[in-house]
T-cell receptor
């Protein structure tokens, strides 16, 4: 079974700064998917970024980028030029390449952007 | 815009009551999921369904059942609600990995 660990329950950063959220995972699979989801106070879970394990290039989406270290089983999220709207819970998630699309989530990091 | 709709956002039920949480998606997705979200525990999978009338247990199925009679609708059932089932419940649907779309969540309080 896969496990996902987020070791930072809470973080805060000043607006416009850069922040990095950590995530490690454990799996015996060689090909899989990793995701970062954002859950604002409104509670709607939104996909921020995804990474396919067979791709060596780190995924980026505008101000969001990941540092994917497959050998270390590490998948951190970097948010550049942070904005007040980035305040949310962030969940790291693992998705298997086999069969269905169920996800295994970490415990989340509550990020607060300070004006 | 594609949507997953959870009809009940906030519910208060008594211990022992039968509770139905409904989820409807309009994207023709094959896969649907029910997760439970608790502080410090993240999201945990209760049940999922990959086709009509098909279901599989997730990581924490005890005390829950599900029903999927139509492709667009996936119901979570608490046969006899207990206080330890007080939680936020999230429904999601997908057609392939990375396409998960979530509903807004249902807050259930069991008293």
């Amino acid at each position: 079974a896969q496990t996902v660990t987020q070791s930072q329950p809470e973080m805060s950063v000043q607006e416009a700064e850069t922040v990095t959220l950590s995530c490690t995972y454990d799996t015996s699979e060689s090909n899989y998917y990793l995701f970062w989801y954002k859950q604002p106070p409104s509670r709607q879970m939104i996909l921020v970024i995804r990474q396919e394990a067979y791709k060596q290039q780190n995924a980026t989406e505008n101000r969001f980028s990941v540092n994917f270290q497959k050998a270390a089983k590490s998948f951190s999220l970097k948010i550049s030029d942070s904005q007040l709207g980035d305040t949310a819970m962030y969940f790291c998630a693992f998705g298997s390449n086999f069969g269905n699309e169920k996800l295994t989530f970490g415990t989340g990091t509550r990020l607060t952007i300070i004006p | 815009d594609v949507k997953v709709t959870q009809s009940s956002r906030y519910l208060v039920k008594r211990t022992g009551e039968k509770v139905f949480l409904e989820c409807v998606q309009d994207m023709d997705h094959e896969n649907m999921f029910w997760y439970r979200q608790d502080p410090g525990l993240g999201l945990r999978l209760i049940y999922f369904s990959y086709d009509v009338k098909m279901k599989e247990k997730g990581d924490i199925p005890e005390g829950y059942s599900v029903s999927r009679e139509k492709k667009e609708r996936f119901s979570l059932i608490l046969e006899s609600a207990s206080t330890n089932q007080t939680s936020m419940y999230l429904c999601a649907s997908s057609y392939r990995q990375g396409t998960n779309t979530f509903g807004e969540g249902s807050w259930l309080t069991v008293v």
